[in-house]
């Protein structure tokens, strides 16, 4: 199993662009999510979802859209990057049911100038 | 909605002990812990779920207070390796999700 895996590595962007984050796993979890890492900020919930066809808000969705229409994909996209979306970006993924741990992917490190 | 964690950095010699904790606001249906190293992703450690249960792993182990809606990580004889930051995340019940938010971490140094 390869796990939660990630592209890019790293990204840097210039104001206005877009971009699309990869995310996949090979586990067969339902549960998909992204996260973002500021410093002293810890781990930001940005969208969820529980299955294909379904996704949800977290807790800091403006500024990214996210679509899934597989079970093993669950990519991110940022529609017009600005230099507040610098951040190095989580996805991870994990089974709904009660008691299952989650898996991170390595992240994607992203500067927007 | 983030758990709200204590203290933000603890500094320990080899073999001292330590605890993390973690609170909520809101009712909570599972408590997770991780730790993350510099520059890489994070790792799980324990998951704990509502009914009080304490869970071990090695020498570390976590309680989980659900009246209180707090848990709390212990370390023991802390080890080099224990270096790192460590994040509590905390699950409520919403609907058929549950989504899991973090506390802004704890970063611990063990020092030899």
């Known amino acids: 199993n390869a796990g939660v895996t990630q592209t890019p590595k790293f990204q840097v962007l210039k104001t206005g662009q877009s971009m699309t984050l990869q995310c996949a796993q090979d586990m067969n979890h339902e549960y998909m999510s992204w996260y973002r890492q500021d410093p002293g900020m810890g781990l930001r919930l940005i969208h969820y979802s529980v299955g294909a066809g379904i996704t949800d808000q977290g807790e800091v969705p403006n500024g990214y859209n996210v679509s899934r229409s597989t079970t093993e994909d669950f990519p991110l996209r940022l529609l017009s990057a600005a230099p507040s979306q610098t951040s190095v970006y989580f996805c991870?993924?994990?089974?709904?049911?009660?008691?299952?741990?989650?898996?991170f992917g390595p992240g994607t490190r992203l500067t927007v100038l | 909605q983030q758990p709200v964690q204590s203290p933000q950095a603890v500094i320990l010699r080899e073999g001292e002990d330590a605890v993390i904790n973690c609170s909520s606001s809101k009712a909570l249906y599972s408590v997770h812990w991780y730790r993350q190293k510099h520059g890489e992703a994070p790792v799980f450690l324990m998951i704990?779920?509502?009914?009080?249960e304490q869970k071990g792993h090695e020498k570390i182990s976590a309680s989980f207070n659900e009246k209180k809606q707090q848990s709390s990580l212990y370390l023991t004889a802390s080890q080099l390796s224990y270096s790192g930051t460590y994040f509590c995340g905390t699950e409520i019940e919403a609907g058929s999700a549950r989504q899991l938010t973090f506390g802004s971490g704890t970063q611990l140094t063990v020092l030899p």
């Open positions: 991870a993924s994990r089974l709904l049911r009660t008691g299952n741990e989650q898996f």
């Open positions: 704990l779920l509502k009914g009080g």
